[in-house]
């Protein structure tokens, strides 16, 4: 057919592929679930067209756009062809996902099986269970005060007489399980409506300055987190770290620097500073031996690997939000020479709650900051926390355009970000279907994480904008943000997706091949990856379900 040949030609997608999604889509909106239909063709054709625009680089901007406006034409002109799909065992995936879908058992089964692609908005600081940091805390001889005034704060050895060895845990199961409530969010995985949010929030950003002694060694902190990430299908995780081998020396140099608005001249007074050279090469190096020490750990060139060794790893270099400008503007540079030098950090990060009020504050000269040192590094890819809170929240703190901002260009004032992580303040966005446009035809991905967002905000799943990113055709990927400390994982994500949101198997399919062609790895690695996850779907798809009313499915 002319029309979804005029798409293969632009973006190298089969036609029959291309064909097969939107029939399958139009039976859906012939069935009368208008929004799922419509939701389920354009992201399953951007499944597809996502891996062939990642073949040749060129970001979604064009062809998407254009995708969309052929898609919207294209179907009333197939919706009463009749014709087969091409794909029988996606299909026959996809109608039993269909048949299953209200049948709690049989649809936690199918997703406990189902391919999750990458884990793109993790923070290792966050990757890794309570019981592990215990055990390392024990490994290292770490204390904990008794005075629980002192908020749980890790210290260091010897144990003093107001202190308690937190080997104890091992013994007291009640001392053990207080420290796990204290470190994570098991007391916040509750109903989302009746707990103070505010509270949970600040529990939760805590967790990070009382775990801050036993996350030095990022080595045990990845092999953990592989070892997690791998427990739930995942096979890529881009993992955002702040570490440093020295983090003395960075605040040292940080607050040795005065403060300068011409951001080209603070670039060169920074740069100039022996101590800041030193600084990016002891952190690239310390990454490497980490992520190297994490493969011993793990035993991955032993005759009995850990399953962790089989998630690939890549990090992104992340910055704090909630300091000084100076400092804020030191630790970006940093991120930005690193990411620039290191092939294993594949991008840079801003974090941190965004409704502090240093967050707030600051704002825009934070996006001015990432935007301008772009400029110098043109090939460094940034995802950003933005709207990272309610809509109420953003309006009630004049923080309606953060999302706005971040993917604004540097000329406007802007980050320019590639992706953005959370964005759950969409409609507090003065024109929010303007930006939706804007995020489609830039290619901009949206990393949402439906469990951290119930946790840290009380967005009820139900109600998450993530149907809003879908049908205006932004790219979506799913991912955990902090499973460790929040007890969650990918696949968690994704049943929260299936079972709150009206999506349908291509959809899904389609979120889990996003999270490697909109990751930040280099071509090589993305289409090694995606060509993974396409034998793993194909696998998947050669189940034989037994249907919810007895017999086999096909
Ligand atoms: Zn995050």
């Known amino acids: 057919m002319k029309l979804t040949r005029l798409v293969t030609d632009i973006l190298g997608v089969s036609s029959l592929a291309i064909l097969t999604a939107i029939i399958a889509a139009m039976s859906r909106v012939r069935s009368g679930d208008r929004l799922r239909g419509l939701v389920d063709a354009r992201a399953s054709v951007w499944g597809m067209a996502v891996a062939a625009v990642s073949r040749d680089r060129m970001r979604g901007a064009f062809g998407t756009t254009f995708l969309l406006a052929v898609l919207a034409a294209g179907c009333a002109q197939v919706a009463g062809s009749g014709a087969q799909p091409a794909d029988a065992r996606e299909a026959a995936t996809a109608a039993y996902f269909d048949s299953i879908r209200d049948e709690p058992a049989m649809l936690a089964a199918f997703l406990e099986r189902m391919p999750v692609g990458g884990d793109i908005h993790h923070h290792l600081g966050g990757g890794v269970r309570t019981p592990e940091l215990i055990r390392m805390a024990m490994d290292d001889r770490l204390c904990l005060p008794r005075d629980h005034a002192a908020q749980w704060v890790l210290q260091s050895p010897p144990c003093g007489e107001d202190e308690r060895p937190i080997a104890e845990a091992l013994e007291d199961i009640a001392f053990r399980r207080e420290i796990e409530r204290r470190w994570s969010m098991l007391d916040y995985l509750g109903d989302s409506t009746s707990m103070d949010r505010i509270a949970a929030s600040e529990h939760f950003f805590a967790s990070f300055g009382k775990l801050a002694l036993v996350q030095r060694d990022i080595s045990r902190l990845l092999a953990a987190a592989r070892t997690l990430a791998a427990g739930s299908g995942v096979i890529y995780l881009e993992t955002a770290t702040s570490h440093t081998p020295d983090p003395e020396a960075r605040d040292a140099l940080a607050g040795s620097v005065g403060w300068n608005d011409d951001l080209a001249a603070l670039r060169r007074t920074v740069l100039a500073d022996p101590r800041f050279a030193a600084l990016r090469d002891a952190t690239i190096e310390s990454l490497a031996q980490g992520l190297e020490a994490s493969d011993r750990l793990l035993g991955c060139n032993t005759g009995v690997p850990d399953p962790g060794c089989g998630v690939f790893v890549r990090f992104q270099h992340l910055t704090v939000r909630t ?127 439906p469990e951290s967002n119930r946790q840290l905000l009380g967005v009820d799943p139900v109600n998450h904008p993530l149907v809003d990113y879908l049908t205006a055709g932004v790219p979506v990927v799913l991912a955990t943000d902090d499973p460790g400390l929040m007890l969650s994982d990918l696949r968690r994500q994704f049943a929260l997706a299936a079972r709150n949101v009206a999506v349908s198997y291509p959809t899904l399919k389609a979120l889990a091949t996003n999270s490697i062609a909109y990751s930040f790895l280099p071509q090589v690695d993305r289409q090694r990856l995606l060509r993974r996850l396409e034998g793993d779907f194909a696998v998947f798809e050669a189940t034989r379900w037994e249907t919810p009313h007895g017999g086999g499915a096909r």
């Open 323 to 449: 300091f000084e400008p100076v400092v804020v503007f030191v630790n970006l540079l940093l991120a930005y020479e690193i990411a620039a030098a290191s092939p294993l950090v594949v991008g840079i990060n801003l974090a941190a709650a965004e409704t502090h009020p240093v967050a707030l504050r600051d704002y825009d000269l934070h996006m001015r900051m990432l935007g301008e040192l772009a400029a110098y590094y043109p090939a460094v890819r940034r995802s950003l926390h933005a709207g990272e809170m309610l809509d109420a929240q953003a309006a009630a703190l004049g923080a309606e355009r953060h999302i706005r901002l971040a993917v604004a260009p540097a000329e406007a004032g802007g980050a320019a970000a590639h992706r953005l992580g959370h964005a759950v303040a969409l409609k507090a966005d003065p024109q929010p279907d303007a930006l939706l446009v804007q995020m489609r035809r830039r290619g901009v991905a949206i990393e949402i994480s």
